[in-house]
T-cell receptor, first 114, second 112 residues
């Protein structure tokens, strides 16, 4: 079993839809959670960074963490064609000597259709 | 833009050759991490350099090696290239080893 599981999609939605992207993880040492957006042929760009369980909102984006279920989500409201990209979840452990190494999911390819 | 730059943008090599990829970190950052991203996969951690020393390594063979220079720029060297080394190689810089990592645009390596 991989440490981080993410449905690769592809996911196709109409403009204005609410998008839900999810990851599950097996390593309970993961304490820091990130969502990166990666446009085609570009490097990943940090969107959201969370630590505690609960919700964190930034504009149209909401990151949700449920440590008890080992499940994280990213919600995009009022999705736009410019949101079309691959979304990667990433995690870091709190300790254990490897709290510098990002472990990524496979990424979900999202297309928002005008 | 993150201020992290990588060169070259694209590279084509043949099996058995050696390659050097370069990364300039964001101003003020002393840590560089390297990742390999195969097509359709998430990035995989190769290693991290902090103040010119290797700070940690992922599950990659010794033919993957690196350097960090006094100005905190970095190189990734891969010897004896294999077809499976074809991937996007990403570097990320950070203020310190456990701080937020900001990625460059990557170098796309094709091994024929």
């Amino acid at each position: 079993q991989k440490e981080v599981e993410q449905d690769p999609g592809p996911l196709s939605v109409p403009e204005g839809a609410i998008v839900s992207l999810n990851c599950t993880y097996s390593n309970s040492a993961f304490q820091y959670f990130m969502w990166y957006r990666q446009y085609s042929r570009k490097g990943p760009e940090l969107l959201m960074y969370t630590y505690s369980s609960g919700n964190k909102e930034d504009g149209r984006f909401t990151a949700q963490v449920d440590k008890s279920s080992k499940y994280i989500s990213l919600f995009i409201r009022d999705s736009q064609p410019s949101d079309s990209a691959t979304y990667l979840c990433a995690m870091i452990p709190n300790s254990g000597g490897s709290n510098y190494k990002l472990t990524f999911g496979k990424g979900t390819l999202l297309t928002v259709n005008p | 833009e993150t201020g992290v730059t990588q060169s070259p943008t694209h590279l084509i090599k043949t099996r058995g050759q050696q390659v050097t990829l370069r990364c300039s970190s964001q101003s003020g950052h002393n840590t560089v991490s390297w990742y390999q991203q195969a097509l359709g996969q998430g990035p995989q951690f190769i290693f991290q350099y902090y103040r010119e020393e290797e700070n940690g390594r992922g599950n990659f063979p010794p033919r993957f090696s690196g350097l960090q220079f006094p100005n905190y720029s970095s190189e990734l060297n891969v010897n004896a290239l294999e077809l499976d080394d074809s991937a996007l190689y990403l570097c990320a810089s950070s203020l310190g080893p456990t701080d937020t990592q900001y990625f460059g645009p990557g170098t796309r390596l094709t091994v024929l």
